[in-house]
């Protein structure tokens, strides 16, 4: 079924638009005191992505609440190296925490190529849950982390200002880095596929810490993986934030892919004239969301300007952060809808 509301979809594809769409990532969770009641009842974040009906409801409500024009399904880029055999939990404060890591080759060869039709059956079936409920109303974003930043998750075992060690089997073992990124990628792009089997109508690929590694390495290690996925995936419109791939975006905008992520440290304009005829989203910084009303209405409205109303998607230039007001993300949606 062809959402209602198909703004997002229409400016993907670089189609004409009525007016710009507009959606924030890491927008289910976070912020709301929705999500709070939700998550506070139960005993971990893992629970909640497991299970389909709650993750389905959460990923409504910034639809019902905040008014954005696409859902987000409700899970997280970890669900990949857990369903590849590396498990982790969601410590408060801490952030993830794996029960093991993979550094060795003894470590990637006990590595699975998940099957997303058993080990990932939660999300399409949480996927599927959210299309009926949505009803059409807007379309729903299916994700992936890229697989540069879950190898530095599963070589780090947990988040890391540095990611230093991953970065060292960059430098120390290539091999083993290589190998690990090709089990990952042939993984994400079954993954990918059965979420829009399920019924996603685009598909979004987080390169996070994209911005740690040289132009260089980004380019030997990074860049191919998404490449493959791009290539592979050609029922739906994919979008590739690579955060802080500042030297790779020339190559980045060489993707198949429709669209590209910019964050709020990349030049607009720069970003415009690498891209050509690809969408850009972005690229509001997140902090901007604390300043007093006038402040945001008038850097939004600026932000709009510099990126031009056509082949556009707003959004944040990364996350949404959890202490913001929701008052101010509801101003943020409503200055693009009314521009
Ligand atoms: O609204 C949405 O975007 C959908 C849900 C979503 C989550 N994580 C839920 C979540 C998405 C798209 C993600 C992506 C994700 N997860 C990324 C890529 C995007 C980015 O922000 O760079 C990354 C790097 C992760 C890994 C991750 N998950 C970390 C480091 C943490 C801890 C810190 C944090 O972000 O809160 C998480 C936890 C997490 N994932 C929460 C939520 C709602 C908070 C935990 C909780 O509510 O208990």
């Known amino acids: 079924m062809k959402p209602e509301n198909d703004l997002i979809l229409r400016a993907a594809r670089g189609e004409k638009t009525e007016r710009v769409p507009v959606w924030l990532m890491r927008q289910a969770g976070r912020i709301l005191p929705e999500y709070r009641a939700i998550r506070n009842k139960l005993s971990s974040f893992n629970e909640l992505v497991e299970t389909p009906e709650l993750a389905a409801e959460v990923t409504l409500q910034p639809v019902d609440i905040l008014g954005v024009d696409a859902a987000i399904i409700f899970s997280d880029i970890l669900v990949v190296p857990e369903a590849m055999g590396v498990g982790y939990k969601m410590v408060k404060g801490k952030g993830p925490v794996f029960h093991s890591t993979v550094t060795t080759q003894a470590e990637a060869d006990k590595l699975r190529i998940a099957d997303p039709g058993s080990e990932l059956k939660y999300v399409t079936d949480a996927i599927r849950i959210v299309k009926k409920e949505l009803n059409g109303r807007v379309p729903l974003i299916g994700f992936a982390g890229a697989p540069w930043t879950i190898f530095a998750y599963m070589a780090e075992g947990s988040g890391s200002k540095t990611f230093s060690a991953a970065r060292k089997i960059l430098y120390q073992n290539p091999a083993l880095a290589q190998d690990v990124l090709n089990k990952v990628t042939e993984t994400t792009i079954s993954y990918l596929k059965a979420q829009i089997e399920a019924g996603a109508d685009l598909v979004q690929v987080f390169d996070s810490w994209a911005g740690i590694l040289p132009e260089q390495q980004y380019k030997q290690f990074a860049l191919p993986a998404i490449e493959r996925i791009c290539e592979a995936i050609d029922e739906v419109p994919v979008t590739v934030f690579a955060k802080g791939a500042y030297g790779a ?62 082949k556009y998607i707003a959004n944040l230039g990364h996350g949404v952060y959890p202490d913001t007001d929701p008052q101010k993300v509801k101003l943020f949606i409503e200055t693009i809808k009314t521009l």
């Open 249 to 310: 975006f020339d190559a980045l905008a060489n993707l198949p892919c429709r669209t590209l992520g910019v964050d709020w440290n990349m030049n607009i304009q720069d970003c415009r004239k690498a891209a050509g005829n690809k969408t850009l989203q972005g690229n509001l910084d997140p902090c901007l969301l604390y300043a007093p009303d006038e402040d945001l209405v008038a850097g939004t409205q600026k932000m709009v300007s510099a990126f031009g109303k056509d």
